[in-house]
């Protein structure tokens, strides 16, 4: 498995396994890149999202949204924002960049084993094990 860092990121695909990107660990941040474009979210969120997951107990979906449209209550992606999450908000480090969280996250935390993420076309959930 790869290192997680720049010169051996994770290679990762969404949960439909549409688009591939890779992911690192730099310092307190993770950074994701998807093409040209960079991503950036505390790199804390692997185990915060891990334990967020496990309190729930079940399935959660992922619903994966840009950072100017609202994220649907009770999604990976609306605790990605959650005022009341460890960080208070946002764990987007980019502004403009700040979303799909919902997106980008759990396939790195099934790559980690913490998680089991479902892999269809549309509306996938995941959960801790």
């Known amino acids: 498995m790869a290192d997680g860092t720049k010169d051996d990121p994770w290679q990762l695909t969404t949960a439909p396994r549409s688009s591939a990107y890779t992911m690192w660990r730099e310092g307190d941040e993770l950074v994701c890149q998807v093409g040209t474009t960079t991503l950036k979210y505390h790199a804390r969120a692997i185990d915060d999202l891990h334990a967020w997951l496990r309190d729930r107990g079940d399935w959660v979906p992922l619903g994966a949204a840009d950072e100017k449209k609202d ?37 790195l935390l ?20």
């Open 110 to 129: 099934e790559r980690l084993g913490l998680v089991e993420l479902t892999h269809d076309a549309r509306n996938n959930s995941v959960r801790a094990v």
């Open 71 to 107: 994220a649907a209550a009770g999604t990976v992606e609306a605790f990605g924002r959650a005022d009341d999450n460890p960080v208070g908000g946002w764990y987007g480090l980019r502004r403009g960049y700040r979303g799909r969280f919902g997106m980008y996250l759990p396939p």
